[in-house]
């Protein structure tokens, strides 16, 4: 059973009160964002997020939960699989994808 985490604000909108989370972690440790999407770097312009993550990864070929996704991302961000700690929405592409590539990783609820 993986971890579970919900992350909602006053307003039940999780933009707000996951940005907040964002800049707090990154005080800490480096923040990457990893996913199928390849339009996310546009989406996150227009949000004015792009600058809040040190990473960027579009993972298309092949794209998570491909166990390859999860080495490039270790890659990209120069962290054993081991130390890098994998949070998502999808129980079966991140949670479970991550595990099979040797992550730790919890699961962000968004409902």
């Given at each position: 059973?993986?971890i ?8 039940g909108?999780?933009?707000?009160s996951?940005?907040?989370v964002v ?22 312009s ?10 960027v ?36 592409s991140?949670?479970r994808?991550?595990h ?12």
């Amino acid at each position: 059973m993986p971890i579970r985490l919900s992350i909602l604000g006053s307003t039940g909108s999780i933009g707000r009160s996951a940005l907040e989370v964002v800049r707090h972690l990154r005080r800490q440790v480096p923040v990457a964002i990893c996913t199928n999407n390849m339009f996310i770097e546009r989406e996150l312009s227009a949000l004015g997020w792009i600058d809040e993550f040190d990473h960027v990864v579009v993972a298309l070929d092949p794209p998570k939960p491909h166990p390859d996704a999860f080495a490039t991302l270790c890659s990209v961000v120069n962290i054993e699989p081991e130390h890098l700690l994998f949070v998502g929405d999808s129980v079966h592409s991140d949670v479970r994808g991550a595990h099979a590539a040797g992550l730790q990783a919890v699961w962000l609820d968004r409902y």
